[in-house]
């Protein structure tokens, strides 16, 4: 599906927008420049409460810039409530490895709120992966 930013006069590009399932039941966001076959990916992990308009936004600016977005949103990679934050960071870690899976290597990993924070529990726990 073409994904055009409405009322963004500077920016002018085609970009794809994808809903993709991950373990049979969770959907994560994906931006990625239309008609290009050859550039990097990110992967941003939005806070718990977080608005997915901006994440359109930001989805849509940087894949103009030819960069593929995945969002990861914390809800997404929950899968009980009673996790631990510990267990929350190893289940991201999993989903990074199913990225890489399908996508190649991920650029760089960013997070806000919460998801700053789990960005930053991986980058101490793996020193070699771009976090």
């Given at each position: 599906m073409d994904f055009v930013m409405s009322g963004d006069p500077v920016v002018k590009c085609r970009v794809l927008r994808q809903e993709n399932?991950?373990?049979?039941?969770?959907?994560?966001?994906t931006f990625e420049p239309?008609?290009?076959?050859?550039?990097?990916?990110?992967v941003i992990i939005p806070g718990a409460l977080q608005n997915s308009q901006k994440h359109e936004?930001?989805?849509?600016?940087?894949?103009?810039?030819?960069?593929?977005?995945?969002?990861?949103?914390?809800?997404?990679?929950r899968t009980d409530i009673r996790?631990?934050?510990?267990?929350?960071v190893i289940q991201t870690m999993d989903f990074l490895d199913?990225?890489?899976?399908?996508h190649g290597e991920v650029k760089s990993v960013a997070?806000?709120?919460?998801g700053g924070l789990i960005a930053i529990r991986m980058a101490?726990?793996?020193s070699k992966s771009a976090y």
């Open positions: 399932i991950y373990r049979d039941r969770h959907i994560y966001t239309a008609g290009i076959s050859d550039y990097p990916t990110i936004y930001v989805g849509f600016r940087l894949a103009c810039q030819n960069t593929r977005v995945v969002f990861a949103p914390v809800s997404l990679l996790d631990s934050f510990d267990e929350l199913h990225i890489r899976k399908k997070g806000h709120s919460l101490l726990l793996d």
